[in-house]
């Protein structure tokens, strides 16, 4: 079994900045596929960004490109979304996930955080 926990939300002005973290513990692979998804009120969970814990690449949604970055730290077992020039449209529950294939549907990743909240206020 595998537990993540983020950490890191909280409300922004808009154009501000915000780092959340996932740490992972349990039964994690090194070939996991690390994965943030996001969801904003009456709306369906949407993919935003993902990290191959083993090799490091990386993909992103359009919307956040140039804005969102992801990345791992192996020792601590903990994923980071940093997010920089934030709008109000990325309001919304930050999840993390876990899973071993590349994939931009929910359905695709196996172990999920309990989410956190961020807030961006116009």
């Known amino acids: 079994q595998v537990q993540l926990v983020e950490s890191g939300g909280g409300l922004v002005q808009a154009g501000g900045s915000l780092r959340l973290s996932c740490a992972a513990s349990?039964?994690?692979?090194?070939?996991?596929?690390m994965a943030w998804f996001r969801q904003a009120p009456g709306k369906e969970r949407e993919f935003v960004i993902l990290?191959?814990?083993?090799?490091?690449?990386?993909i992103d949604t359009d919307s956040v490109k140039g804005r969102f970055t992801i990345s791992r730290d192996n020792a601590r077992r903990t994923v980071y979304l940093q997010m920089f020039s934030l709008k109000p449209e990325d309001t919304g529950v930050y999840y993390c996930?876990?899973?071993?294939?590349?994939?931009?549907?929910?359905?695709?990743?196996?172990?999920w955080g309990q989410g956190t909240q961020v807030t961006v206020s116009s």
């Open positions: 990290i191959n814990w083993s090799t490091g690449d990386t």
């Open positions: 349990g039964r994690t692979y090194s070939n996991f596929i």
């Open positions: 996930a876990a899973g071993i294939r590349v994939g931009y549907n929910s359905a695709q990743y196996d172990f």
